[in-house]
């Protein structure tokens, strides 16, 4: 397609299917892709995230390799941001709800 990314990258579904809306809204051809069962060791490797990489195998290794790439760790797993003892984002963790009011309980009267 007219992605930035090349034949063999291991990418997320949820960036290919993000990169593929974009794609067609500007008309421009789609990404071609399989989806690829990565064993727990790779899996682990290959993510996003350095820091999540770094917590599983290979720490000093990956940990250089990103420092020297000048990589950059957007937190957006669970894994993450435990390791940096942020809330999780899950449930009231979840970032939809940082821009909101403060959410107040409804009654079950109201509810009806």
Known sequence: GDSEYVT?????KVD????????A????????YHQLLL???????????????ASFQDTTR??????TSGK????RGLKENVILGRMIPVGT?????EDEEEMTPVDEEEQK
Do not use: P, Q, R
Not at 16 to 23: A, I, K, P, S
Not at 62 to 67: E, N, P, R, T
């Open 39 to 53: 064993g727990i060791t790779k899996a682990s490797l290959s993510t996003e995230s350095f820091l999540s990489a």
């Open 62 to 67: 990956v940990l250089i390799a990103a420092a």
């Open 93 to 97: 963790g979840y970032h939809a709800y």
């Open 25 to 32: 809204a500007k008309g421009k051809k789609l990404i071609k």
């Open 8 to 12: 063999g990258d291991i990418v997320s």
């Open 16 to 23: 290919v299917l993000d990169t593929n809306t974009e794609l």
């Open 72 to 75: 950059v760790d957007n937190l």
